[in-house]
């Protein structure tokens, strides 16, 4: 049902928008989330309180306005399903700004905006965005509330499913506020879908089930900590708690104050023997993080618990402690890559999305469920495909969007860790780099040293997927999974890795390279992945207990023969030595492309970085 149309004077009496649960005391918060409704104008501002009432009210105004259907309620409780407009449903980096004071300072990977001249083209887009619509006041923890290692965010939407999105990703409401105080800092985060329901002369227009616009914005301001998003309603664009807070701004946070926003999971493994570890790795967006994060272990003895499954804030240990580096998920909730997610390759998360969740871009089967490409071998009959058209087998067209996502709370997760919540965070034992590579990069390599370690991270190529814009299938150097990420120049990033690595010291973390998507000439992946991923994980975590053997390659140490278990896997003799091949020449070209693309760095460019290039030569001309 549409929303009742109003006149003109409608809007003008709402000029002065009421303010509905606004807290008292924190009068720069107010003072600000005023200057925001000034400028954009909406009918009403509403402030979150994060409860289950606000929750189930928003989902039925979605489901009233079109933007949500609901899903059956026994075979999908509480779940519904929600479909961009085409043009939609991925991050958008040629729109993605970095407007620090100095271009230097975004570096190369960053489009740059004069902070200046970008404010200005912002208030003229934002002016009057949200007339006609709810402006939504979310204020929200990244981090358990409270948390030394937990930062508070402030986000103002006119969009309901950022708000319930939030709901679930972030720890949002009262509490937020209460622990904000009168005085607390906060990071302001202004959204807008940029399709105000009444026009410039005043008339009204009908609402859409997704209203976004042509032109998008997502900047940053790093110097004053400030998000300003337009025009986009998909996750990564509009829920600002996520890479635009937890990575983009938090970085920078974390170079000025000694600690690491990064775009990893996080993963408690425990030995046969009773040991618990906790592994960090980043792999690129679609690269497998949320399937690593959910991993059912095929070794023996070995059991698997997730604490994150996108970003980690890591922080080294201060005085009290044992001084290792300590990893928290900011995140509450997952917002996963749906297609590919089955019962035999991630049986976890297809448990977890059993109920209360939401599905944005995935298709409907008829009996009022949902599908996506491999959610089950078999397919169905007939579906209504993700922009709401039918299918067929033979339609000649995936029926769920490749960057299709669902977004549940954490604590729906089987596998979710009893310490995913602390808040001194989790000791971290590895660190793992990984991208999605035909050729070349083996199954795993253990770095020499952490400077070496520095430099698998900062030389990660992938092949770029469906996660944001472009050209599925292209290779892309994305230096530890950040290059649409980090909010200051990648070169100054691997600089303060290299400086955390010093204050670690012995305590630091060992660092491992992977490839999971190894393929034959033929295009078939040469090792199965997913839960057969443990294998890899057991070898790397012995390592850091002392226990397993390695061989030195020119790219880093391996996997002594027979160390890593690969008994019933029926690969050949000769498939597990291609997993391992490192051909000198090919990684020379690799490594002469790698420097070249350091070089755009110039003089930030750390000299310990080019001295493990050189090594690495070194090591590549013996071989
Ligand atoms: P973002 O949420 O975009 O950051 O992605 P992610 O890194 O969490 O990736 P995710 O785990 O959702 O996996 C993305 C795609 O890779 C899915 O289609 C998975 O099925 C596939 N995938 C994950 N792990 C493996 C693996 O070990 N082997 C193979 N062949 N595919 C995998
Ligand atoms: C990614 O692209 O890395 C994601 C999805 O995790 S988004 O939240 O859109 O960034
Ligand atoms: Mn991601």
Redesign the pocket.
Known sequence: QPPTPRTSEDAIEHDTPAATGAPGGHHRLRDWVASIAELTGPDAVVWCDGSDEEYDRLCELLVSQGTFLRLDPVRRPRSFLARSTPDDVARVESRTFICSERASDAGPTNNWRAPGPMRTELRDVFAGSMRGRVMYVVPFSMGPVGSPLAQIGVEVTDSPYVVVSMRTMTRVGTRVLEELGAEGDFVPAVHSVGMPLVEADGRRREDVPWPCNALKYICHFPETREIWSFGSGYG?NALLGKKCFALRIASVMGRDEGWLAE?M?LLRLTSPEGRAFHVAAA????????????ISPTVAGWTAETIG??IAWMRPGGPGTDGRLRAINPEAG?????????ES??PI?VAMVASDTVFTNVALTDDGDVWWE?LTDDVPAHLVDWQGEDWTPDAGRPAAH??S?FTVRADRCPSIADSWQDPAGVPIDAIVFGG?RATNVPLVAESYDWAHGVLMGATISSEQ?A?AEGTVGALRRDPF?MLPFCGYNMADHWDHWLRIGEQLGESAPRIFSVN??RKTTDGT?L????G??SRVLAWLLRRVDGTARATPSPVGLLPAPGELEVDGLGLAPDVVDELFRVDPAAWLAETDDAEEWLGRFGDRLPAAITDQVVRLRERLSAA
């Open positions: 990564g775009h999971l792999f690129p967006s679609a690269c497998g993080k949320t399937n690593l994060a959910m499954d996108d997952f917002f996963g890559v749906a297609p590919g997610t089955g390759t991630n998360a491999g490749p960057n996502r999605r997927t996660a999974a999971w998507f992946y090792w199965p992945g997913f057969e991923n």
